[in-house]
């Protein structure tokens, strides 16, 4: 399984982005796919989690509210709605896929990974 992400950029405190992750080489339906930050000199982190099946989804505390995780079954895109953004939102996103579907909050428990996508945020 392929990920690609996008739709990283430049945004002021307060505005909005969507990011894209597009899966394909494989069949996901059965997956769950998972949004990640990694901000320099700081440890990646979870933000997101969906189900393919059944559209759950398992969100950070910290972006609880703001993001908002959603599907769409007939591109095998997942995107990542992202409200109110803070610049300590600023890092690199990236999507990852676990086959077994967990809504899980541990890199450990993602067998595929895309490359990252920047998202800087301004004061």
């Known amino acids: 399984v392929q990920l690609q992400a996008s739709g990283g950029g430049l945004v002021q405190a307060g505005g909005s982005l969507r990011l894209s992750c597009a899966a394909s080489?494989?069949?996901?339906?059965?997956?769950?796919m998972g949004w990640f930050r990694q901000a320099p000199g700081k440890e990646r982190e979870f933000v997101a989690a969906?189900?393919?099946?059944?559209?759950?989804?398992y969100y950070a505390d910290s972006v609880k509210g703001r993001f908002t995780i959603s599907r769409d079954n007939a591109k095998n895109t997942v995107y990542l709605q992202m409200n109110s953004l803070k610049p300590e939102d600023s890092a690199v996103y990236s999507c990852?896929?676990?086959?077994?579907?967990?809504?899980?909050?541990?890199?450990?428990?993602?067998?595929?990974w895309g490359q990252g996508t920047q998202v800087t945020v301004s004061s």
């Open positions: 969906i189900r393919w099946n059944n559209g759950g989804t």
């Open positions: 080489g494989g069949a996901v339906s059965n997956y769950a």
């Open positions: 990852a896929a676990d086959r077994f579907g967990r809504l899980g909050a541990s890199t450990s428990g993602y067998d595929y």
